[in-house]
């Protein structure tokens, strides 16, 4: 803002006036709760957090910003590691108020809000039997998802969450407001479908669903390895994968066995090779497509089990509450190579020990069926999207976290397809997010023109308008 305090001060006030939702400056209570966000170790003082409480608010928040030349950052869940939607002396477009859902079980669609988690989601729609793909984990939000690609348990069976977005309301960088869709701003749209929040800030989500398992019920789990199992359960994983039919997903990772129920205490704190399974198919069938993953190996641990879609999505949430200290790197990787897995072994023994982990989501099935021009989601022969993340409870363990991450993907960044999921980017610079792009990026940058000139939506991984 190019004015002095006191005009500032004057113009805040005039917007709070104008908001239905309230205006959080410094000082003021609740600023410090609202600034935070579910990595500790983002410390950012905005100049203003506006609570929205519906369009008309956006709407206002956007014309200020351009208006007074203050920067906007735009808040969904506020997952994001790299603290993104939070900023500096920005204004935050903040959207956690706007949490409704609509379930449609006729047309078999969910709309929600963006401040959705998709817990939220996952709630409003379970109830109808189905559910649309998100992640791995409830309390994440489902907008920065969304624009960013959105991996998860269903992806294999149905595509990632934008392969299953059908619309989008957006307020655009000159505060007007639009529909995207395949038949409306259909540029718009498909930039939309993960070139992240570049384009103008999404209001609401229109999503299809998909019946799961049985009335929602599904057959979901971990199966955990002994550390020294790795090599061989890694081999074995990424040859199973490719035929298992796609009613079964599982994602493959390093972790500390944590020290509470439902594990056994005399694995509490063990280092472990652990593969998370999600049936989604008719329940009748599931001995027959579970049998190779149950019968693999020495497991220390078989924990499937029949459960509503909801508690798997949820069953991480408690292990990783807010207010921990995140720092993650991560790349796609066509495949898991003998040489990654000689690195995932040596930097797995060197693990910090509790809540770091490494984690390797398929994309593949339906989600490698989409060509990769289709949306702006360049990696559609990714095979998996791997991620390296440092966390712990305790800021004196930030550095120790973050070397440790640093240093495995320095020595795994050779055997991988080259670029990253641009959800799993800290804020790493401009070539790494041209690499999350490839070959969609230039298009990127010409609906970015056309919708964002003055990149007034850049507080993000950001794509620059083409000239
Ligand atoms: C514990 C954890 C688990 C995760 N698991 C998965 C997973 O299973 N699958 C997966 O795909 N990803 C996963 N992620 C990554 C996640 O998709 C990103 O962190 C994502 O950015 C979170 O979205 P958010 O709305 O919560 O974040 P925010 O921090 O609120 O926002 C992230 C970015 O999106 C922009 N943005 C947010 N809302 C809007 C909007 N309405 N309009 C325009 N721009 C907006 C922000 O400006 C910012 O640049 C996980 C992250 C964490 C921390």
């Given at each position: 803002m190019t004015t002095t305090p006191t005009q500032a001060a004057a113009a805040y006030a005039d917007l709070?006036?104008?908001?239905?939702?309230?205006l959080i400056t410094p000082g003021q209570p609740g600023y410090d709760a609202a600034r935070a966000v579910y990595n500790a170790m983002i410390d950012k003082?905005?100049?203003?957090?506006?609570r929205c409480h519906d369009v008309a608010d956006v709407i206002a928040c956007v014309r200020f910003g351009r208006e007074h030349g203050v920067e906007l950052a735009v808040r969904g869940g506020g997952h994001n590691?790299?603290?993104?939607?939070?900023?500096?002396?920005?204004?935050?477009?903040?959207?956690?108020?706007?949490?409704s859902t609509t379930v449609s079980p006729a047309n078999h669609t969910v709309r929600a809000d963006a401040g959705c988690t998709w817990g939220d989601v996952d709630h409003a729609t379970v109830a109808f039997?189905?559910?649309?793909?998100?992640?791995f984990i409830a309390s994440t939000g489902v907008a920065g998802l969304t624009l960013g690609g959105g991996i998860g348990y269903l992806s294999r069976r149905f595509?990632?969450?934008v392969d299953n977005l059908l619309a989008a309301d957006v307020v655009l960088a000159d505060g007007t407001f639009v529909t995207a869709s395949e038949g409306s701003h259909n540029d718009l749209f498909w930039a939309l479908r993960g070139g992240g929040g570049n384009f103008g800030?999404?209001?609401?989500?229109?999503?299809?669903?998909?019946?799961?398992?049985?009335?929602?019920?599904?057959?979901?789990?971990?199966?955990?390895?002994?550390?020294?199992?790795?090599?061989?359960?890694?081999?074995?994983?990424?040859?199973?994968?490719?035929?298992?039919?796609?009613?079964?997903?599982?994602?493959?990772?390093?972790?500390?066995?944590?020290p509470a129920p439902p594990f056994p205490e005399v694995l509490w704190g063990r280092k472990s090779c652990a593969i998370v399974w999600c049936y989604t198919g008719p329940l009748d069938g599931a001995d027959q497509v579970l049998e190779p993953v149950k019968t693999f190996g020495s497991p220390l641990v078989v924990g499937l089990h029949a459960m509503p879609f909801t508690a798997l999505q949820s069953a991480f949430d408690p292990l990783y509450p807010a207010g921990l200290q995140w720092y993650w790197r991560a790349d796609f990787f066509n495949e898991i190579s003998d040489a990654a897995i000689g690195v995932h072994v040596k930097?797995?023994?060197?693990?910090?020990?509790?809540?770091?982990?490494?984690?390797?989501?398929?994309?593949?099935?339906?989600?490698?069926?989409?060509?990769?021009?289709?949306?702006?989601?360049?990696?559609?022969?990714?095979?998996?999207?791997?991620?390296?993340?440092?966390?712990?409870?305790?800021?004196a363990n930030a550095g120790l976290i973050s070397r440790w991450a640093r240093d495995y993907w320095q020595d795994l960044h050779p055997t991988s397809a080259g670029g990253a999921y641009v959800n799993f980017l800290m804020?790493?610079?401009?070539?790494?997010?041209?690499?999350?792009?490839r070959g969609n990026y230039d298009r990127l940058a010409e609906v970015k023109r056309r919708y964002d000139r003055d990149n007034v939506f850049h507080i993000n991984q950001n794509i620059q308008p083409a000239r």
């Open positions: 709070a006036a104008a908001l239905r939702g309230d003082r905005p100049a203003a957090i506006a590691a790299g603290g993104l939607g939070v900023w500096d002396d920005a204004l935050v477009i903040d959207l956690s108020l706007l949490r039997g189905m559910a649309t793909p998100s992640g595509g990632l969450t800030v999404v209001t609401s989500f229109t999503f299809r669903c998909h019946d799961i398992g049985e009335n929602g019920t599904i057959i979901g789990g971990p199966v955990l390895y002994d550390f020294a199992d790795t090599p061989e359960v890694m081999r074995w994983y990424r040859e199973l994968l490719p035929v298992l039919p796609e009613e079964l997903s599982g994602w493959i990772g390093l972790i500390t066995i944590p930097h797995g023994e060197e693990m910090p020990a509790g809540h770091s982990t490494m984690h390797l989501y398929p994309i593949d099935g339906a989600a490698s069926r989409v060509p990769e021009d289709a949306t702006a989601f360049a990696y559609r022969d990714g095979g998996w999207a791997g991620v390296i993340v440092g966390v712990d409870p305790d800021p804020n790493e610079g401009q070539d790494r997010v041209k690499a999350a792009y």
